[in-house]
C-alpha cells in the first residue's frame, strides 16, 4: 500500500483544519474493507502517539483521550481516502501526522504532515 498525507499547515490556536490520506495499493485480496486506518502523530523527542483509527469494515472507531471530542475520523471507500478532522486546535497539537494502515501484521505508513498550531 502506499498513503499519502496531505492537508497540513500553519493554523491559530482554535481553529480547525482537515487532514487526508489518500491510500492506493488495494486488490482483491487486500480489500479496502479489511484495513485498520489511523492517524498518528510525533513531536521531536517524544514518540509516536495513535491519535485515532476506523475499521474500515465496520466503520468503528477509536480516539485517543486528548483528542476526544474535538477531531473526528473518516474514510471514503469510493475515493480510498480517510480524513482526520480537527477542531479547537491548541499549540499541544503542533506535530507531524502520519496515517498508516494495518490488517493483520503488515503496516503501512505516509510519509507525514507538519501541523503547526500558533497561540
Known amino acids: 500500500l502506499q498513503l499519502v498525507e496531505s492537508g497540513g499547515g500553519l493554523v491559530q490556536a482554535g481553529g480547525s483544519m482537515r487532514l487526508s490520506c489518500a491510500v492506493s495499493g488495494f486488490n482483491s485480496e487486500l480489500p479496502w474493507n479489511s484495513w485498520v486506518i489511523g492517524w498518528f502523530r510525533q513531536t521531536p523527542g517524544k514518540e509516536r502517539e495513535g491519535i485515532a483509527c476506523?475499521?474500515?469494515?465496520?466503520?468503528?472507531?477509536y480516539y485517543e483521550n486528548s483528542v476526544k471530542g474535538r477531531f473526528t475520523i473518516s474514510s471514503d471507500g469510493a475515493r480510498n481516502m480517510v480524513y482526520l478532522q480537527m477542531n479547537s486546535l491548541s499549540p499541544d497539537d503542533t506535530a507531524v501526522y502520519y496515517c498508516?494502515?494495518?490488517?493483520?501484521?503488515?503496516?503501512?505508513w505516509g510519509q507525514g504532515t507538519q501541523v503547526t498550531v500558533s497561540s
Open positions: 498508516q494502515a494495518v490488517r493483520e501484521g503488515r503496516q503501512y
Open positions: 476506523i475499521n474500515n469494515g465496520d466503520s468503528s472507531k
